[in-house]
């Protein structure tokens, strides 16, 4: 039984923490239950009349949850935090003649970012000059659930002539992933939220040597959903997935370089898709790809254009070949309509939208098909030869990586119906711990009737690191292209093709790159 002054205590706490709640409007924080009447009074100057400035600016979630910061899960579990990053900070010079030199002016130019034929969205694209990228991934939560925030830029303020403030691209994905087994042979990965899918990646762990997916890469918000059965020695894959847009260029939003020139003339797009795929000893995996982008929105193009809509159809084959390397082949089928109204949630070959599709590839208003095939082989000749013995990378070693791109495009407007190829080589040998060397050779193809819009690029290169398996290096690179008689390359904001201009022939690079 409480004694007359304990008692006395708790009415008056309980009291008075009542009324700074009402007159806080309820923002004092989640309900007293029954149980907390014994607390003291000294508890109660967690009572403000206001909102922590750390509270999220939003109301209250579905069902009437108010997040309480810092609070551990009621089932703690496996609950823990994880933090990665990586990043490359190159610095590269472009080295060109000026023609007419005048008095005081040097005969050699210097360029910064180089005047070459390497635009990321341009089928030209071959990713010999580093760009500068850094994405740092938090997550929290346990082996059933985990919040994912990955931040993400393309610039590095210090380093810029001026802001770019579309180059920072800050909180690039925010999704939460279900990943419950339910037995040992059936698993089921959910992804909702807002992310980024991609399919046709070359390399064995990354996009490989292009930089580029070759069937496309979906960025909205949305759910995807993948089941993975095990029988045998077989695996068998199904997934699906759709995504939207949170935001839309309106028709009085102005084009301009602070907006990433945003697409006025693009409506609200959505993008499904659904693959099927089968692995076999974790040595081959055959995986099919249907995508579909459409627009129905009344005020895409003003509302006059016809709804968009772009169709891929993608086939892939992955083989893990253990120490004979690791092979990736893939071929899409993009069958285009009116894709001026769709916005920069789908990228095919790394173009942004309907539009990136025009300007690069079809023309007109978007109408045709495209056709596009490449693979990458990687082979680690140290460890082919050390069989049978393990070899996991810590001694000497020799890295090949070939690739190649082809794509066919068939349009409406008949000067945009061409093929394109490119194919390169590159070799990496480590020396020593800290030092490897390093050379790539790409010969690019924008146009195969014309040769005369061909170019090719020799890049060596000297590698430093701290140890055999490090996470770091630093890259000293040389580059020297060897153009044809009309080779082009994108200038201006917004980039576009300029004959006149004459490209940079050479190329020195040194960059820094990190990753944990």
Not at 167 to 174: A, K
Not at 296 to 314: F, H, K, M, N, T
Not at 412 to 439: D, H, P, Q
Not at 454 to 478: E, G
Request: negative net charge; aromatic residues 10%.
């Amino acid at each position: 039984m409480l004694g007359p002054i304990k008692a006395e205590t708790i009415v008056k706490d309980t009291f008075r923490i009542a009324v700074l709640a009402l007159v806080a409007g309820g923002a004092a924080g989640p309900a007293w239950a029954a149980d907390d009447l014994a607390k003291t009074a000294g508890e109660a100057a967690d009572i403000s009349l206001g909102l922590d400035p750390a509270t999220p600016q939003t109301a209250a979630l579905p069902g009437g949850l108010t997040p309480a910061f810092g609070q551990a899960s009621m089932n703690e579990g496996e609950w823990r935090f994880d933090f990665h990053g990586f990043f490359t900070g190159p610095l590269n010079i472009g080295f060109n003649t000026r023609q007419d030199p005048r008095p005081g002016q040097s005969s050699t130019v210097l360029h910064t970012p180089p005047v070459v034929p390497d635009d990321l969205e341009t089928f030209s694209h071959t990713g010999v000059v580093p760009m500068t990228y850094a994405q740092i991934n938090f997550s929290e939560g346990n082996s059933i659930i985990t919040a994912h925030i990955n931040l993400l830029a393309r610039q590095a303020n210090t380093s810029t002539s001026f802001l770019e403030p579309a180059s920072q691209l800050g909180i690039n994905d925010v999704f939460v992933a279900i990943t419950p087994q339910w037995s040992p042979r059936l698993r089921t990965d959910i992804f909702v939220g807002a992310f980024t899918s991609r399919y046709g990646a070359t390399g064995e762990y990354d996009e490989g040597r292009y930089g580029t997916p070759l069937i496309a890469r979906i960025n909205g918000a949305g759910e995807r959903i993948s089941v993975k059965l095990s029988l045998g020695n077989f695996l068998f894959m199904a997934e699906q997935g759709i995504h939207g847009q949170t935001n839309t260029a309106s028709a009085s939003t102005t084009p301009d370089v602070w907006n990433d020139f945003a697409d006025p003339n693009a409506g609200s797009t959505f993008v499904s898709h659904g693959h099927l795929g089968v692995g076999y000893r974790r040595m081959a995996t055959l995986g099919l790809h249907y995508i579909r982008a459409w627009s129905q929105d009344d005020r895409g193009v003003g509302g006059l254009a016809p709804e968009g809509s772009l169709d891929i159809y993608a086939a892939d084959l992955r083989l893990s070949l253990g120490r004979f390397g690791h092979l990736y082949l893939a071929g899409a089928y993009d069958d285009a309509k009116y894709v001026g109204t769709l916005s920069r949630i789908i990228s095919v070959l790394n173009t942004r939208g309907g539009q990136g599709l025009i300007d690069n590839y079809l023309g007109g208003q978007g109408n045709g098909t495209m056709l596009t095939v490449g693979g990458q082989y990687d082979l680690s000749v140290g460890r082919l030869v050390s069989y049978p013995v393990p070899f996991s990378g810590d001694g000497p070693d020799l890295f090949v990586s070939l690739f190649a791109m082809i794509n066919k495009t068939d349009s409406e407007y008949s000067y945009m119906s061409r093929t394109r190829t490119k194919f390169g080589i590159e070799g990496t040998y480590s020396l020593l711990s800290w030092l490897a060397v390093s050379c790539r050779y790409d010969q690019v193809n924008p146009d195969t009737d014309y040769r005369s819009y061909s170019f090719a690029v020799l890049s060596p290169r000297i590698i430093l690191r701290t140890d055999w398996l490090a996470t770091n290096q630093i890259v000293l690179q040389y580059s020297h292209w060897f153009d044809g008689y009309l080779t082009t390359v994108r200038v201006g904001d917004p980039p576009v093709e300029d004959v006149s201009v004459r490209p940079d022939t050479d190329m020195v690079s040194l960059s820094a790159s990190m990753w944990w």
